[in-house]
């Protein structure tokens, strides 16, 4: 009975409901900065890891938002475009969401305090979360950026060309991830939210908001697969100057 009982105690003690949730992602963001642009899988394939998250397009056409069941492309203008499951993603993290915690902020807060305010909150900083925020906005900002044609620029160069969408008082749905620091270079460490707003007419790669009493739906991670793509541009792609 002694060795039963013990078998049982699980790994790690956060109160998380099973099975494991596994984040996947496709390239790193190293690659994505030195302007790896180039799609590496299809929206069919990554469909079969997960229909929540983020990431963007062959050419760096637009900002990804995975959100109920559907891909969404926020191209430069603003338009926000059904997504075909042939269509390529160059970058993009997804996950099958099934939040197992709700974090309720009562205030308003700064985008930069909301972090500070959920980092208090999370179990544990050292994992990767999913996250999502539904509700009424008084405040966001989203970015889109201009597909390219090869030779690709890096995509510092791209986000300079970047086009800013503002909004008041919106109903829209944050998708995003808050991933520990060890992560950074094969993803971006920190929190990264994409959003759509809730006629589905506009969104994308959120930069600023404000948040009043934000209920932040939460899954953490145990388990994180990465997919190099199988490219020569990955291949040959310069590695970052540490
Ligand atoms: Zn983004």
Redesign the pocket.
Known sequence: MGIFLAVCVPLVSLGVAHPVSRGFQVSTLDALSAGVFEGAISFRELRRHGDFG???FAGLDG??IGLDNQFYQVKRDGAVLPVSDQSQTPFAVVTQFKPTQKIILPGTFTYTELQTALDQKLPSLNYPYALAIEGQFPQLQFRSVPGQTPPYPTLAAVVKQQTLFNFEQVSATLVGFRLPQNMQGIN?AGY???GLTKDKKSG???LAGQFRNPVVQVQLMQDWQIQFPDTAAFAQSPAPIP
């Open positions: 983020l990431g963007t900002e990804l971006a990264h939210f994409h994308g790669h959120l």
